[in-house]
């Protein structure tokens, strides 16, 4: 039985893990972390997730034994994962992470981490998005010399970074298939006489609306036909599932940096 531990069991997906490693075959979660500040510290983990008491209490990362779990997942916000990673490699654990809107600084610090300790980085840890990624690929292969791309997601009111982790992957995704630098070909907003588009751009476009849970459509439209690819997520438990899938898939693993093409064997 995998053993897992959460950084930042108070979050939005902290105890939605939390609910997903309850329902787990293969993996028990073995501890839950806090920042030592939060009002959360002692909380029993399932009342926390709201699932009824499970008899083990959220604790402190940096006080905790960290050699009782396997592998660790970290779903924080950026500025918490230099110190997580940090953690890891110092007690050389494996580490899953699904942080968004990391700077410059939080990726080079990701990519050293991962010259010690297996890790993998995805900004989207849904079955079906993946597999949206590998579509995407082949769509652009076929369509993108001709097609125009437009990528357009939608996320709930109280996420902060735009456009998402998942739209940004995507499109980086097919700007390298084409053999075009995403940095340079994006286009994330149009307004007033924007003249005719340029056909090598990739456009962006975001909605931050409600509840929405995460919605990607890919758009390829030439003149005459489109090809429209889309994935909807109706409950974050499809995230967490798979960040476990991941999470049990890295436990035996060598130093490096792996996503989820990797996990589902689309790499």
């Known amino acids: ?59 402190d990362a940096i006080t905790a034994d960290l050699s009782l779990p396997d592998v660790l997942i970290d779903f924080t916000l950026p500025d918490a994962l230099e110190a997580n990673l940090a953690l890891c490699v110092k007690h050389k654990k494996p580490v899953v992470i699904g942080t968004t809107g990391l700077n410059k600084a939080q990726k080079e610090a990701l990519n050293n981490a991962s010259q010690h300790i297996p890790i993998v980085f995805a900004a989207n840890y849904s079955v079906g998005v993946n597999l949206l990624l590998n579509l995407a690929r082949q769509t652009a292969r076929v369509m993108g010399d001709t097609a125009d791309i437009e990528i357009i997601e939608g996320h709930h009111r109280f996420k902060k970074d735009a456009p998402s982790g998942t739209a940004v992957a995507i499109g980086e995704t097919i700007a390298d298939e084409l053999g075009r630098d995403l940095a340079t070909c994006a286009v994330y907003g149009r307004e007033g006489d924007t003249g005719e588009r340029n056909q090598k751009t990739i456009g962006f476009a975001t909605i931050r609306a409600g509840d929405i849970v995460g919605e990607h459509t890919v758009l390829f439209a030439d003149i005459g036909e489109r090809l429209e690819l889309t994935h909807k997520a109706s409950s974050r438990l499809t995230f967490a599932n798979g960040a476990v899938k991941a999470a049990t898939w890295l436990k035996d693993k060598p130093a490096g940096l792996y996503d989820m093409q990797d996990v589902l064997g689309l790499a």
Do not use: C, P, T
């Not at 939605?16 to 329902?23: F, K, R």
């Open 1 to 59: 039985m995998n053993k897992i531990a959460i950084f930042g069991a108070n979050g939005r997906m902290g105890r939605v893990l939390i609910d997903a490693l309850d329902q787990a075959q293969d993996a028990i979660l073995s501890a839950a972390y806090v920042r030592a500040s939060s009002s959360m510290m002692g909380v029993d983990i399932g009342e926390l997730a709201g699932i009824g008491q499970r008899g083990l209490n959220v604790s």
